[in-house]
């Protein structure tokens, strides 16, 4: 970005370009938000079967933390805590609790007419209008996963600029969909809508003739977002949130070199029966499948860097990777045959640590210490305050709680310090809490002490000893047990769409 000179006899004009630079200094983000990888799925984790170039150099030149935590163990609450700003004791979303109703046809194909996951609230702001507040411009590109179609809270109504990809979580079940949402100020669009993946319908949903459909819908949202990248200029900071489907379920992509070379290692390979009522196909090289969507995603990301490079942008953007929550085993996915080290117990709907760990890494050029391991905790609550820390947005937290909103709160801290290397200045949380209605469990992490809360029974382990929290000491240590059990009864509001059993 060129600098403005201050000479003598300096103009008005002048001095307005001069403070039009000043705000172009404020850094572009961008968040990768991938869709139920593991901690252990990439190379600079120590997976050992998959290919991750790009990411593991994106760790080596930034930061990579070992104790990030999403902010749920499934997908539509782990997202709202980090528009939010709140954990899942407080926030409006705690599950995946769907809407769908109706029904619409695509060529010959039936559909639904509506369709999508419970509303974040909107008497609470989210991190896109808090960006747009600070100026910038906003996308995202991906799964919204913040309320159904039509619903008080889609993207047109939550500042986001620019959407495409899924409303519907359950629609991103497939990957060659009947139909993806858009919603564009640049297109003129006034609201959300569906475009219809024209080529798709034109072949069947389910069996042989599904993979004859042609527009997959994760390459389709990766090009957007690149498109995206490419139109933004130094006039004004962006934000964008780029929640790619991959490595979800269904496994299925196209039948492409990289694909390819992962079937030539996995031989034999797993085969998937499919089902239908989740709308998952049948499918052969369910490990290549897998093995590759992986890589397809560090591809992308690869791409992404790339841009930005060309650009000019990434002395001046920050950069974060991560996942929704823990590795799935639906679909025909294999969690334990590529987790063999086995560092973590539970996968995905689980709030052991397998479950809610996730792999995060920071990167921005010449601000983030290159080759960093961080261990400080964090979760995907203190997302919202650091990127208002970074900007430097005064407002946070006081002007963004809602008056008339009982108990508005945040739950976050922000973490600036600990990412630009400054550690022995970061503010530490004083426990992490997290609950989830579908399996009835609750967990809170005080230092190393890990409470779980299955169907209203106590389980406590100690991380510094037991990282895989085999060993239920609860009845050895009552006194904590009681005292992070008054941390649950402190932090849970009763929800009436999402409950769940106290201690």
């Known amino acids: ?81 980090l528009m939010t700003g709140q954990h899942t004791g407080h926030c409006e979303i705690r599950g995946n609790k769907e809407y769908r109703s109706g029904e619409i046809t695509y060529g010959k194909h039936i559909d639904f007419a509506v369709s999508g996951q419970h509303p974040l609230d909107t008497a609470h702001i989210v991190l896109p209008e808090v960006m747009k507040r600070n100026g910038y411009t906003t996308a995202q590109f991906g799964k919204w996963a913040g309320g159904y179609e039509g619903s008080i809270s889609t993207p047109d109504k939550r500042g986001v600029d620019e959407f495409y990809g899924y409303i519907c979580q359950f629609i991103a079940h497939q990957y060659y969909p009947n139909f993806l949402n858009r919603y564009s100020v640049l297109k003129g669009d006034s609201a959300t809508i569906r475009v219809a993946m024209d080529k798709n319908i034109k072949c069947a949903m389910h069996g042989n003739g599904y993979l004859k459909r042609k527009q997959y819908s994760a390459d389709l949202i990766h090009q957007e977002a690149l498109n995206w990248i490419e139109q933004q200029t130094d006039n004004q900071p962006f934000y964008g949130l780029f929640t790619y489907t991959l490595p979800h379920a269904e496994l299925v992509q196209p039948n492409d070199k990289l694909l390819k070379r992962y079937k030539r290692l996995f031989k034999p390979d797993k085969t998937y029966a499919g089902d239908n009522g989740s709308r998952y196909n049948a499918i052969d090289h369910t490990h290549a499948q897998f093995a590759a969507m992986v890589s397809r995603l560090d591809a992308y990301v690869g791409e992404i860097l790339a841009k930005l490079e060309e650009k000019g942008f990434s002395e001046n953007t920050l950069v974060i990777f991560s996942s929704d929550n823990g590795p799935h085993e639906e679909g025909g996915a294999d969690p334990y045959f590529f987790n063999r080290d086995g560092l973590l117990r539970g996968l995905k709907r689980q709030t052991h640590e397998g479950g809610i760990r996730v792999p995060f890494i920071a990167y921005w050029k010449g601000k983030i210490p290159s080759g960093r391991v961080n261990e400080t905790p964090i979760a995907f609550w203190d997302i919202l305050p650091t990127f208002c820390d970074i900007l430097g947005d005064e407002n946070y937290p006081n002007n963004y709680l809602n008056p008339n909103k009982k108990d508005d709160c945040f739950d976050g801290i922000s973490f600036k310090n600990t990412l630009l290397g400054n550690d022995e200045n970061q503010e530490k949380h004083d426990f992490l809490y997290w609950e989830f209605n579908e399996t009835n469990q609750i967990a809170v992490r005080q230092g190393d002490w890990k409470l779980i809360v299955k169907n209203g029974v106590c389980h406590l382990y100690d991380l510094s000893l037991d990282l895989h929290e085999d060993n239920d000491v609860a009845n050895q240590y009552p006194n904590i047990v009681e005292k992070l059990k008054q941390i649950v009864y402190e932090q849970h509001s009763p929800s009436p769409h999402f409950n769940v059993t106290l201690p």
């Open 1 to 81: 970005m060129k600098k403005v000179p201050l000479l003598l006899g300096t103009s008005l004009l002048s001095i307005t370009s001069m403070a039009q630079n000043n705000e172009q200094q404020k850094p572009n983000i961008i968040f990768i938000l991938c869709d139920d990888m593991g901690y252990a799925d990439l190379g600079c984790y120590g997976q050992k079967y998959i290919s991750t170039p790009n990411l593991d150099k994106m760790a080596e030149e930034g930061m990579r933390f070992t104790q990030a935590y999403a902010g749920s163990p499934v997908s539509a609450p782990s997202r709202a805590s």
